[in-house]
């Protein structure tokens, strides 16, 4: 059988189903006039490449030629990838919430020809099961429903339309008056006190996700405040995390959630967006505690970030695959298909091949990192776990440091061999600015030149690859050299923020340049009346029949609270007042929900800490300098979250003046000066590695 229409997209996605019997078209206009010519409604099916249950319902219906023909006949059937186009996700997902009370991906929705949804849900079994429909069934009711009551179908439509644009596009109306108050904090920090699981630590029941921006209020609510609490809270749950079975114990990193609520077993992909937010939040819980346990983490999420999922170009890719061939299997077998995948092949362990590996220190492995002979793995529910070992840090006593990084190191080259999860090798503009923030503030707290360079890479190939030439247009998409898709909200917003952490990294004044350009791009194109942004540029919304603002603080934080957050720092460092203004609007605009629900918008709550802080700028003047390096070592000491630090050489003073004029009146000297300024008056210049230190820990 020859490819289907989808053979020459870039999306891994949809390359996925380029086999499949369906006559799979890609979102666009070439399909929106196929269903009105033909007057077939339009079957969308959204999904990611590493999506466990879109690899299912591929595998059980989408690659059936019975149940093809019957998608053929009576829909046009189109695939879209919700990573590359998350504002057309955003809509229908709306709407078949509305329908069904529930969400997720594979996501399957029914539309008119006008791209009006009347009906949809997630995973289908190609029969019914499990109380659910089947999607045989559906397909044939669905099409009769249109020849028999199309005008039932459209009314309905044009209903629900209106319900769900009125939605996402007004999202948290009930505005504040003005900012509120540091009890508004405490009241928060209060309110995940009494979420959170004290025994196994973290949030929430099975399943569990890291929520990594909870993290992040949390340490910055402690550095502000000293409260005990949040710093408790936010330290345990990274310590439990590194050592459940959600990280990766051999090759570092972690999977995108538990599936029980001791982080004991995950669901195995790996996501980009998620490491480089707990990067950033390891990041912080080292200068706040010094703790190696945390700093070995940190340290093997970079190694994990730098060996397998970071493209010879410098840019990062999106994630990995949980399923994959068993190694048992690897000769049998085609890689790129699903048909024998299984979950977590790549990462479990029999306790014999422990001992085939690594001799005399198997049984201290196995006692520290809880292998056992029959297996380990509580929850299976599909018994692909039976018989083999998620590895977790059981017993830290029974192996020492030294010991374990050998054997693991030995692990990891006897896992390289074995068949690979599936590499989601497309590169997006948003998660890479969360990369950027998450690799510069680990050079920060561990002061590895290596980091550093890891990021600065990744700006420069975003800069050439994702960026117009004046750097202010962002492509959301890259791929195998072609970048598509106009840039969102989340891209402008997430590399803003990412790109001035690399400038508070390494001090280049091209980065700060760039980042002021894209948060004054992003208030340009997406701002909303009245604060917040919109996902979708208003010349970019095209066929959408609402523009979403994002309103929730999920696995990805909004770029609403991003932007807020990095222009707050942007003014503080360059008194660019529009971007002020634009923060405050928005901290209004969302304060409502967050204290109606502090947990749904925590990375807006890291925002208001600081719009409630006393922020300041240090100014070093002569990094290069004598002194120059002590000064920064001091602002880096702990984590201050209410310091920005700007700093210049020789070389490089003109062009950060360009960008902070009270940098062109600060004298040269064969010493450097640090300059503490509060709303760009800066003060007389500190000469003294004490006084600095004095100063900067002054309440």
């Known amino acids: 059988m020859s490819p289907n229409r989808l053979a020459h997209e870039k999306s891994p996605y949809l390359l996925q189903h380029k086999d499949n019997p369906v006559d799979w078209r890609p979102w666009g206009p070439e399909a929106w006039k196929a269903a009105k010519d033909q007057d077939k409604p339009l079957l969308l099916s959204v999904g990611y490449s590493t999506c466990h249950w879109c690899h ?42 509305a329908i069904t009370g529930q969400g997720g991906w594979p996501l399957n929705v029914f539309l008119t020809p006008d791209l009006k949804p009347f009906f949809g849900g997630t995973y289908f079994p190609p029969t019914a099961r499990w109380g659910q429909p089947g999607w045989i069934q559906l397909l044939g009711r669905i099409a009769e429903l249109w020849a028999q009551r199309r005008q039932d179908i459209e009314s309905d439509a044009a209903r629900l339309t209106q319900e769900v644009a009125r939605h996402v596009a007004s999202a948290a109306h009930e505005r504040l008056e003005k900012l509120p108050g540091p009890q508004f904090l405490q009241d928060a920090v209060a309110a995940f006190k009494a979420n959170y699981d004290s025994e196994n630590h973290g949030f929430g029941g099975a399943p569990k996700f890291p929520m990594p921006a909870y993290q992040r209020f949390l340490l910055r609510r402690h550095a502000r405040s000293g409260d005990a609490d949040s710093r408790a809270m936010a330290l345990e749950c990274l310590r439990a995390m590194s050592r459940g079975g959600i990280f990766d114990q051999v090759g570092g990193g972690f999977a995108r959630y538990s599936t029980d609520a001791e982080w004991r077993v995950p669901h195995f992909e790996k996501m980009l967006y998620d490491n480089a937010q707990l990067l950033e939040n390891l990041a912080d819980a080292v200068l706040v505690s010094r703790d190696p346990e945390l700093e070995r983490a940190l340290n093997r999420t970079v190694a994990y970030l730098k060996r397998d999922l970071r493209g010879p170009h410098g840019g990062f890719y999106s994630a990995e695959d949980a399923d994959s061939l068993p190694p048992e299997l690897a000769e049998t077998g085609n890689n790129d298909s699903h048909e024998e995948k299984e979950e977590g092949s790549f990462y479990l362990w029999t306790q014999q091949e422990l001992v085939q590996a690594l001799g005399p220190d198997a049984k201290a492995f196995c006692a520290r990192y809880g292998a056992e002979a029959e297996g380990n793995a509580p929850a299976d529910p599909h018994g692909e776990f039976e018989g083999k070992n998620i590895l977790f840090d059981k017993d830290p006593s029974a192996m020492d440091e030294g010991r374990a990084s050998l054997a693991l190191s030995k692990l990891l080259a006897i896992r390289s061999k074995r068949p690979r999860p599936s590499l989601d090798d497309k590169c997006l503009a948003s998660w890479n600015g969360l990369a950027l923030s998450g690799l510069s503030r680990a050079h920060a707290a561990t002061g590895s030149e290596e980091t550093l360079e890891l990021a600065v890479r990744a700006a420069e190939f975003l800069r050439k690859e994702c960026a117009s030439s004046d750097g202010k247009t962002l492509s959301h998409r890259w791929r195998d050299g072609q970048k598509a898709v106009a840039g969102f909200a989340d891209d402008y917003a997430f590399l803003a923020q990412g790109l001035l952490d690399l400038y508070e990294a390494g001090f280049d004044p091209r980065w700060l340049a760039w980042s002021l350009e894209l948060a004054e791009e992003a208030v340009a194109r997406f701002a909303a009346p009245g604060g917040g942004l919109f996902q979708t540029a208003k010349e970019e919304a095209g066929e959408l029949f609402a523009r979403s603002i994002e309103d929730h603080d999920g696995v990805e934080p909004a770029a609403s609270s991003v932007l807020a957050d990095a222009a707050l720092r942007l003014h503080e460092l360059a008194g660019r007042e529009s971007l002020r203004r634009f923060a405050d609007e928005t901290l209004q605009r969302f304060g409502a929900r967050a204290a109606e629900r502090p947990p749904s918008m925590p990375y807006l709550l890291s925002a208001l800490d600081r719009a409630l802080g006393k922020p300041q700028t240090l100014v070093i003047a002569g990094l290069d300098l004598p002194n120059g390096q002590e000064f920064l070592s001091i602002a880096r000491a702990k984590l201050r979250p209410d310091l920005v630090v700007a700093g210049f050489t020789a070389e490089t003073k003109k062009d950060l003046a360009k960008l902070l004029p009270v940098v062109a009146d600060m004298p040269d000297s064969k010493r450097a000066a640090a300059y503490l300024c509060v709303g760009r008056a800066c003060g007389l210049p500190i000469t003294e590695q004490a006084a600095l230190t004095a100063r900067l820990d002054a309440k």
């Open 56 to 97: 299912v319902m591929e595998r059980e219906s989408f690659s059936n030629e019975e149940v093809a023909a019957i998608m053929n006949k009576s829909f046009i059937c189109v695939k879209l990838d919700r990573e590359e186009r998350p504002d057309v996700d955003k809509v229908y997902m709306t709407a078949v919430q």
